[in-house]
């Protein structure tokens, strides 16, 4: 199976650079990835192990979860400047996303927090095809969780499997069952049996009124909800144990530029 970054590289050069060929390009140099933005540093070890497959030495790079200032570098490496021409829009492009995801979760995991303490933050499944090894470390990097890393490796009985199975009663299973329910009567229905509810489209003013109501019927139950504007999560995560988001993933892109010298 091709390695995710070897995937990368091969859509962005698949036969050769032609401008680093035209200008006979050869000998040693340096590269630095540096940022315009503010945030928190996600995925550069990959990177780093990447370059280092390459043959490439990374001379320094911003740890996972540390913190960095406008026009902070965040990663440097040397050597074969043919193989830097080669990897550094990928590097750069990677990096933008992987260090904005990070901030972005940390960002909502504070604003939570704030008001809740005991709240989770986890993202859903709805990852970038190819993707999704990264988010989901960049996400925890954050400070966040994820509610479903897989099909795997979770269950989650959603509103289309109600329709094609109707009712059901107790099941067992090594993992948390997961419950959607489609109406206000199963939420109540359902709430016996699952481990978690996940409540999407209800109001504040709404879950402040049921989730009492749930707990009584199991207090052991998670909610959950999901469908919520960025600046809504406060008002959530007051009643809520778990706030789910797709938010992290859709960050903006850092701003990021590289600088290439000769050795």
């Excluded at 140099?29 to 497959?53: Q, V």
């Excluded at 190819?130 to 959603?158: C, M, P, Q, W």
């Excluded at 406060?234 to 990021?256: G, H």
Aim: aromatic fraction near 8%; glycine fraction near 6%; proline fraction near 4%.
């Amino acid at each position: 199976m091709i390695e995710q970054f070897e995937h990368y590289l091969l859509e962005d050069c698949p036969y050769g650079d032609e401008t680093t060929e035209l200008l006979q390009i050869k000998g040693k140099g340096t590269l630095r990835i540096m940022s315009r933005d503010a945030g928190i540093a996600a995925c550069t070890d990959d990177l780093t192990e990447f370059y280092e497959k390459n043959k490439l030495k990374v001379t320094s790079f911003l740890d996972n979860g540390e913190r960095f200032e406008k026009n902070s570098i965040l990663f440097e490496a040397e050597g074969d400047l043919r193989k830097i021409f080669k990897l550094w829009r990928i590097s750069q492009t990677f990096l933008s996303m992987t260090c904005a995801i990070a901030t972005k979760t940390k960002e909502i995991v504070d604003l939570a927090k704030a008001v809740n303490p005991d709240v989770k933050i986890a993202t859903s499944r709805k990852t970038h095809p190819g993707f999704r090894k990264y988010e989901l470390k960049a996400v925890k990097i954050g400070g966040g969780d994820h509610h479903r890393n897989s099909l795997s490796d979770s269950i989650l009985i959603t509103q289309n499997h109600f329709n094609v199975v109707g009712s059901f009663g107790k099941r067992n299973s090594m993992r948390k069952i997961e419950i959607e329910p489609r109406t206000r009567e199963e939420v109540f229905e359902y709430a016996a049996i699952a481990d978690v509810l996940l409540l999407d489209h209800y109001t504040p003013k709404e879950l402040k009124e049921v989730a009492p109501k749930i707990r009584e019927i199991n207090p052991k139950v998670e909610i959950a909800v999901g469908g919520i504007e960025f600046k809504d999560i406060p008002q959530y995560a007051a009643t809520v144990d778990i706030v789910v988001t797709t938010a992290p993933y859709y960050a903006k892109p850092f701003d990021l530029t590289t600088k290439i010298d000769r050795l």
